[in-house]
């Protein structure tokens, strides 16, 4: 393994850094050795360089699994700009922009591949993954692969299985935001049992927290004003809802604020004109929906404001972190509205299947079990939402009932359950929703706490490094000060 004088000439070399950051090292060390590692570091704190640096060491190629298209996308070209061969594979290919880049892979070409967790179902592209003999396996935002992280996906509970398939290349599982709960179903999930964690805590002093409190829109509308004209600088104003962000950015724009907007139901060519204008500066403004900032790499937002109550102190913590990536000081506020939690409310009702749903999806696959479908079979006979059909298949092969073989095909394990059975299968389900509304009590009280608010932060995350009572960083210790 290189030594630490040449870890850092590398670093300079390939990315004209003089140092590491906390934890950089470590993480690249653990990598370079071959040992699967859990990586928790804040929003801003560098987790690309930590596999980026050993993928170019490495013999082999670099797979980065990413939920998200535009992620990959700036990742891959800021990684060209550095001279370095990177591709993404999604589904905004076309035939021959595939074609090309798996021949380019098959020759040994790339030296980081870009995917999403669906792109890894096809086997053919499994195949090529093979022959290309991956060295290392990166799974960004890996709270994604676990029930209980605030943002779980179904498709990333198959890259356990995709790892070992491709040989158990070195692991990196990279996260922001994990509880210890989270953590040890990461380590379960992606079948890394003795991986090492590499954690460099939560505290981020260089971001003041505050929470401003409001009794109707007209009065959230008034505060957000209000903030807003103490702000210098760009920052992110996060909304609810998409008519949320409508309402906001007219409001803002016809007080003189110079203000975009970003959510998912705009179309994509407007999506991304919206991102450029905010990331050159042109406009310092972005209302939006939790849609927006995954992977954005904008060092100096100096403020992000949540006009309404996110969903759990995860996502709170993720979003409301980027701001002050660069290290200067920048301020966090919360526009807090007892009211909110009913929108969270009506949000979770219906959220994940029950019963009666996992009932519905067992009829259908046993209606054409012998022909031994795929997803979107079941899908055409299932009366459920296509994400609450795949929650139900995902609980399914937890528990053994289906099995999915390499192909996609779906085969069915337990056939005979009972409208009892596939409800005690249910309650899987039942305890996350409960898990769900305890995260919204907890933002909740932080946002009602009489307290240091970094520190509820901090006990929430069970970061016990940091041990002071009063950050000096936050409303009520300001509150507080003699």
């Known amino acids: ?72 996308k700036d990742q891959t070209e800021a990684l060209k700009r550095r001279g370095f061969e990177a591709v993404a594979f999604n589904s905004t290919m076309t035939a021959r922009e595939r074609q090309e880049a798996e021949e380019t892979v098959a020759r040994g070409g790339k030296e980081f591949l870009y995917t999403t967790p669906e792109q890894l179902a096809n086997r053919d592209f499994r195949a090529l993954l ?11 935002e890996a709270h994604c692969v676990s029930h209980w992280g605030h943002d779980f996906r179904p498709d990333y509970l198959e890259l356990g299985a995709v790892i070992e398939e491709l040989g158990h290349p070195t692991v990196l599982a990279m996260t922001a935001t994990a509880t210890e709960e989270v953590i040890d179903d990461i380590l379960r999930q992606l079948r890394i049992p003795d991986a090492a964690i590499v954690h460099t805590g939560f505290d981020r002093p260089n971001l003041h927290l505050a929470v401003v409190a409001t009794v109707d829109d007209d009065q959230r509308r008034e505060r957000l004003a209000e903030r807003l004209g103490n ?20 409001h803002l724009q016809g007080l003189g604020f110079a203000a975009a907007s970003y959510h998912g139901r705009m179309k994509a060519a407007d999506r991304a004109a919206s991102q450029d204008r905010f990331m050159s500066g042109a406009v310092p403004i972005m209302v939006a929906t939790n849609a927006f900032g995954l992977g954005i790499d904008k060092p100096d937002i100096r403020f ?46 219906r959220r994940y299947p029950d019963g009666e749903d996992l009932v519905n999806a067992h009829h259908a696959l046993k209606r054409i079990a012998q022909d031994l479908p795929k997803l979107e079979e079941v899908q055409a006979i299932c009366p459920l939402p296509k994400m609450r059909l795949k929650l139900a298949l995902s609980l399914f092969r937890t528990k053994g009932i289906v099995k999915e073989d390499l192909s996609g095909h779906l085969h069915l394990l337990q056939p005979d359950l009972t409208h009892d059975d596939l409800a005690r299968v249910a309650r899987d389900y039942e305890e996350r929703d409960l898990r769900d509304q305890v995260r919204l009590q907890r933002l909740v009280d932080y946002a009602e706490t009489r307290g240091c608010r970094w520190r509820h932060l901090l006990d929430y995350f069970g970061d016990d490094d940091q041990t002071f009572e009063r950050c000096g960083h936050c409303d009520r210790c300001a509150a507080m000060a003699p």
């Open 1 to 72: 393994m290189a030594s630490r004088v040449g870890l850092t000439s590398k670093l300079r070399e390939h990315f004209g850094f003089r140092q590491f950051r906390p934890g950089q090292e470590k993480v690249v060390r653990s990598a370079l050795a071959g040992r699967d590692t859990i990586v928790l570091m804040p929003t801003g704190s560098g987790k690309s360089l930590c596999f980026q640096l050993p993928g170019l060491e490495m013999d082999g190629p670099t797979l980065v699994v990413s939920p998200l298209i535009a992620l990959m």
């Open 130 to 140: 093979r022959q290309a003999a991956i060295d290392l396996f990166v799974v960004d």
């Open 231 to 250: 702000e210098s600088g760009s920052g992110i104003i996060y909304a609810a809802t998409v008519k949320a962000v409508g309402e906001l950015t007219e």
């Open 304 to 349: 992000v404001i949540h006009a309404h109550l996110p969903g759990s102190i995860e996502a709170f913590y993720q979003e409301f972190g980027r701001a002050g990536r660069d290290g200067r000081p920048s301020r966090c506020t919360l526009l807090y509205s007892p009211e909110d939690r009913k929108l969270h409310t009506f949000f979770q009702s």
